[in-house]
């Protein structure tokens, strides 16, 4: 079993940043792939970004390519996401989830997930 915790989320103005952190129980935490997702108002939850243990190993979404980059500390068993330049249409709920091997789809199939944390971009 992996708890996962969120935090980091709040109200920001448009244009400014933001840092989710997302802090994982569990031993073998250097072999999960952890991802970020969001579900903005009314719509159905959408991959935002995932990683592997190796830098090489990230996925961004389009929507949010060069303006979030997503990074972990193995040793502190945390993920993170960077959110900068951000829009009012990045309000969602974030949440953190772990897959572990097999892994499955990097933008779905994810084993474990985080109670979510609110991010509110105002205009």
């Known amino acids: 079993q992996v708890a996962l915790v969120e935090s980091g989320g709040g109200l920001v103005q448009a244009g400014g940043s933001l840092r989710l952190s997302c802090a994982a129980s569990?031993?073998?935490?250097?072999?999960?792939?952890m991802g970020w997702f969001r579900q903005p108002p009314g719509k159905e939850r959408e991959f935002v970004a995932t990683?592997?243990?190796?830098?090489?190993?990230?996925r961004i979404a389009d929507s949010v390519k060069g303006r979030f980059t997503i990074s972990r500390d193995n040793a502190k068993n945390t993920v993170y996401l960077q959110m900068t330049s951000l829009k009012p249409e990045d309000t969602a709920v974030y949440y953190c989830?772990?897959?572990?091997?097999?892994?499955?789809?990097?933008?779905?199939?994810?084993?474990?997930w985080g109670q979510g944390t609110q991010v509110t971009v105002s205009s």
């Open positions: 989830a772990a897959d572990i091997p097999p892994y499955g789809e990097y933008d779905r199939g994810y084993d474990y």
């Open positions: 569990g031993r073998a935490y250097s072999v999960y792939r």
């Open positions: 990683m592997l243990s190796s830098v090489g190993s990230t």
